[in-house]
């Protein structure tokens, strides 16, 4: 069983920034395929970013720009950061990874997650 676990969420202001990491308990080229979704209160999750085993990447239009996925293989890590952060980004940030590439990131589903973290919150001021 794989263990994600989610650190670097907190409360900034409009146009702050952040960088969110996620470690896993397992060696990350076994996961084929790592992502970030988030929720906010009353909405469904949604998937804001994807980084599969070659690197390639996929975004939710509205973060495209603002925010990018990156992994370090040695560290089992996977990163978020964040630029100009608005109170629409507000949410509960997760970490989702599996061992198998979807066939397309258009969209990123969480039905394409087996492991998930636990989340960690940030909070957008305006």
């Known amino acids: 069983q794989v263990q994600l676990v989610e650190s670097g969420g907190g409360s900034v202001q409009t146009g702050g920034s952040l960088r969110l990491s996620c470690a896993a308990s397992?060696?990350?080229?076994?996961?084929?395929?790592m992502g970030w979704f988030r929720q906010a209160p009353g909405k469904e999750r949604e998937g804001v970013a994807a980084?599969?085993?070659?690197?390639?990447?996929s975004y939710a239009d509205s973060v495209k720009g603002r925010f990018s996925i990156s992994k370090d293989n040695a560290k089992n890590t996977l990163y978020l950061s964040m630029n100009n952060l608005k109170p629409e980004d507000t949410a509960m940030y997760y970490c989702?990874?599996?061992?198998?590439?979807?066939?397309?990131?258009?969209?990123?589903?969480?039905?394409?997650?087996?492991?998930w973290g636990q989340g960690t919150q940030v909070t957008v001021s305006a």
């Open positions: 989702a990874a599996d061992e198998f590439e979807p066939g397309s990131w258009d969209p990123i589903r969480e039905s394409d997650f087996g492991y």
């Open positions: 980084i599969d085993s070659d690197g390639s990447t």
């Open positions: 397992t060696n990350a080229y076994t996961l084929s395929c």
